[in-house]
């Protein structure tokens, strides 16, 4: 009896293997399929119909131009189909009871009147339905069924009927095949059991109606952004052809009109909502594509280019695509009457009045938490800060003010896609930290159908066409295409697609595999490199070896780059198909080996997101190598000492360091340099030189974490060296944290912007300056409120919430001067007088100040990393910072697996920044480090022994050190360490090696498939 009390207490206090995530976006489904990846069940729940967020409703995404929907596709698949993802949508919370690690959370499911466990998808319904309604997918500018799905590539794919238009007529229920229709359906209340609960409930966009002096809501030809983006949309109202509202013109001048609902205290959102400015250039290139004479303009406070990128994409959008940047807040607009033409009145920067005519104005609206994310808030017990975001621990961004419950996205603060998948991943390391010890306890296996054996049959193929919306359908005939891959020897099925992506055409490529008795099967769409393994997974559970699949890339090769040239394009896609099949004609199976995993972690880099990652990692459960070249751990934090919003770094980076230093699974090596790096995922193999006595020593362990950061660049401008008083940021805050009364004494300080950054050198933004240079100001002006603070700046980036400090700061009498790169300002020296002077773009007058210190905020550089990146294959930026696999979906992920990047290597960033991104490395090496066992091989180069030489070409190309010469005097290739680049067989000089997949074979069919126009059409019968 007792010890069955034991048990029952044990299993009481056991934690629960399962988390909630709250919110269905781009950060609910990273997180969501990052927890299902590690070892945890997940229930995803959110309160519309389908998952997907706001990132369903955007055409592109900056700043590559990707086609949104085109990259989020394989993100909605996959939650669809994981074993270990419940999606329940139109779903409410309502309440949560317990504490971290077994909550109960109490959910209303509101009816659908549509069986998920009989619906198809096939769409029926909503064609008989003789009900009208406004589409709210489309920003209410086209009309659906009151039987809907939401759109095309909807995640669950299970339609739903709009009791509010429904009349009742039952015509869906008669000609439902399925027998889905139940009208009958009431709200359902459950209660789920999970040990933690992730929020990622995303947000809405400021109602454009609260600014009645832009019109919208009035005046047609009055459209907020994200109705702009469905606009250019191939699923929008046009299909992807840009026309005004009020007479379906296409529009030739187009005003962007920025800070709508942002940074704008009359309306109660003082904060920036970082994406408007991107997204305003994004949507002015995308429409300069879509109709080429258009002429866009966008009027703007500052250009918060801050991002990865942002910079040179602004940059491109004047310089090629003709973008007109205006600086101004227009005050009014004014429709004309008859041609609905609308006048925008503004003042210049020449201080003029002007009036501009445009034919269609998009007005810029900002983030805003939802009313129902705040009420669910409320339930849930999660505090919110003045705006509605949600608030969270200092130093620690993902993490409310209750334990258990964790946050990420534009929930936690208005960001960008990058930083909420990142966020997304924090939060994740987070929340299963608490309950890691039930990792694996709920958590199903997938078991694959048994693999066809088709080695010995005809090749019988199938091509599936993609229109992609207008990315590929607006510039290439695909029914022309479709209709020519029927001509292909061995094609035995041809079909086209509007998205070749979505849930449905996925079991349509399942069903063809089956009914057709296809061997083979090709895509012609869009990219391999986001696309390719969605495709393999689901031909793999059709009973097809993965590898039994190929890419032609109709779109990125294609379609995109034949814009003006459709005839052409069109012809161009054919050839491309004809490769591809006569390449699918000599594919073969290709074999994969079980290995297992070390599960350790090895960590580059000791300063803040190197320790937060070692951490959060050990939390996890695995043991951690923590490398770190200089004799102490803590990097650039040591010369940081205050957080703009007041937080105590020194204080932060103390605890930090002993929680590290004291945690028994970590293994802190300082004075430590790598010098050799071998392996794969899950078998990497580190060699390190420790200091002082220079001894070696050789490390396992299954993945890898580079966090080298970065470092202030010492200017060889504005007399920097040459006088005590001319400063760098950093050096100014050193001397108020050591020195405050020598600050104190100073009565006149210029801070001058962007000093090596934004120019030829390096054209990007170093992200952080403007907020450093707003912090120490505004610390100055506590230690001598008198103290005449000027700073000098291009345009201030304080995004996001840091926009109230800027505030703050002008508040204060801090003065800020705008100056043009083209007339920068001079620093000069007269014997002991330190001088500077600029102009003035409001008084139109040069102005001459002699300060008591000239500090200069200067750019982010990165540490000296060529040599480690090339150890370890990883690729870098231009101007020197790590590379990942994708800018916005893969943003802490190297292209190789098992490899990941944190903190200011990756690029500039704040503290709390890089915490997030050390913490999402964390959620996707466990991804790999929760697994016993790995998959290796498939596309390894192979030698045949006979015809080898053991000429050591191969030993000396490899990029990976893999080919050795055996006992047989034969070069001999490790299965588990190729990584498939193909090297050696490129180099091979008997032609011992092929690279398989790539046989030479297979390049001679494909190559004789280009130049040969009717190589491989089936012969006339």
Known sequence: MEAARDLAKTKKDQPIGAVMVIGGGIGGMQAALDLADSGFYVYMVDNSPTIGGVMAQLDKTFPTNDCSMCIMSPKLVECGRHLNVRVITNADVEGMEGEPGRF???LTRRPRYIRPDRCTGCGECAKHCPVTAIDAYNERMSKRAAIYIKYAQAIPKVYLIDREQCIGCGLCERVCLAKAVNYEESQIVEKVDVGSVILAPGYEVFDARLRPEFGYGVYPNVVTSIEFERLLSATGPHRGHLLRPSDGTVPERIAFIQCVGSRDSNCGNDYCSSICCMYATKEAIIAKEHVHFVKPTIFYMDVRAYGKGFDAYYERAKSEYGVRFIKCMVSKIREQFKTKNLLLTYLNEEGNLVEEEFELVVLSVGMVPSKTTMEMAKKLGVELDGYGYCKTKPFEPTSTLRPGIYVCGAFEAPKD??????????AVANATGIISQARGTMA????????????????????????????IGGFVNVPAVKEYARTLKNVAYVDENLYTCSTDTQEKIKNAVKEHHLNRVIVASCSPRTHEPMFRETIRDAGLNKYLFEMANIRDQCSWVHMSQKKEATEKAKNLV??????ARLIHPLGELAISVTQKGLVIGGGVAGMTAALKLAEQGYEVFLIEKEAQ????????????????IQSFLKDLISRVTGHPSIQVITNALVVDFSGSKGNFSTGIMVAPTMYYRKIEHGVAILATGADEWKPNEYLYGEDPRILTQIELENRIANQPDGVAQANQIVMIQCVGSRNKERPYCSRTCCATAIKNALKIKELNPAAKITILYRDMRTYGLMESYYAKARDQGILFVRYEPEKNPVVSKNGQDLSISFVDPILKEGIEIKPDFLVLSSATVSR???ELATMLKVPRTAEGFFLEAHMKLRPVDFATDGLYLAGSGHGPKLIRESISQASATVSRACTILSKEKILVGGVVAMVEGERCAACLTCVRVCPYNVPVINQKGEAEIDLVKCKGCGSCAAECPARAIELMHFRDGQLWAKSQALLISDFGIRSAE
């Not at 199903?444 to 066409?465: L, Q, T, W």
């Open 578 to 583: 004809r490769m591809a099949v006569a390449n």
């Open 633 to 648: 751990l803590g990097g650039n934090v040591r010369n940081l000492h205050y957080t703009l919003e007041g937080e105590d």
């Open 864 to 866: 000296e990393n060529e």
């Open 104 to 106: 109960s959370v109490t």
């Open 417 to 426: 896609i990058p930083e909420t998948v990142t966020q997304a991943s924090g």
């Open 444 to 471: 199903m296996k997938k078991e694959y159908p048994e693999e066809a054996d088709v080695a010995s049959e005809e090749p019988r193929i199938g091509v599936f066409v993609c229109h992609c919306g207008i990315n």
